[in-house]
């Protein structure tokens, strides 16, 4: 993982800690948007400026991790009410809020592998109750013109 930070950018590990401290983003470490440290120092636990995001950031990395979902690129956490994942650049997760992170990140790998073709782009919003809709992007027109649901409330995953 990593976070740009004053300009620099705090490569950390996966329990949290401060590995590096770069003026460019390593490739291969997915980015966190919206999450600024309140410390650099290497060898040191990050700490955002919001508490709370210190517990969205790991529920996220948690569920990614217990998900064996290893091709996400940006997780963006600048708004409580819109956290969205980049997956592979290909496909948007918007999760919405953290409630229910990990069924939401699970119920999203399920689409990917069983509904979405592997060279469809596109957003998938997924809502706290279990739909969701894909919205597929299209060369011909902006993402919001086009949606389809993929299955709306049709896969059911145990929330346990």
Not at 47 to 54: H, I
Not at 118 to 130: H, V
Request: with cysteine; aromatic share 8%.
């Amino acid at each position: 993982m990593q976070t740009l930070n004053a300009l620099r950018w705090l490569l950390i590990s996966k329990y949290g800690r401060i590995l590096e401290k770069n003026s460019y983003a390593v490739s291969g470490f997915p980015n966190f948007r919206g999450y600024n440290s309140i410390t650099e120092v290497i060898g040191e636990y990050v700490e955002a400026e919001d508490e709370d995001k210190n517990t969205i950031i790991s529920e996220i990395t948690e569920a990614l991790n217990a998900n064996e979902i290893t091709d996400v690129r940006e997780i963006d956490i600048t708004d409580y009410y819109n956290i969205s994942l980049n997956y592979a650049n290909r496909i948007i997760i918007e999760l919405g809020t953290s409630a229910d992170v990990e069924y939401k990140i699970k119920f999203a790998k399920t689409l990917i592998e069983d509904k979405i073709g592997e060279n469809q782009r596109g957003t998938i919003a997924l809502y706290s109750e279990g739909g969701a809709t894909f919205r597929e992007k299209t060369t011909s027109s902006p993402l919001k013109k086009h949606t389809r649901n993929v299955c709306a409330r049709k896969i059911s995953l145990n929330k346990s």
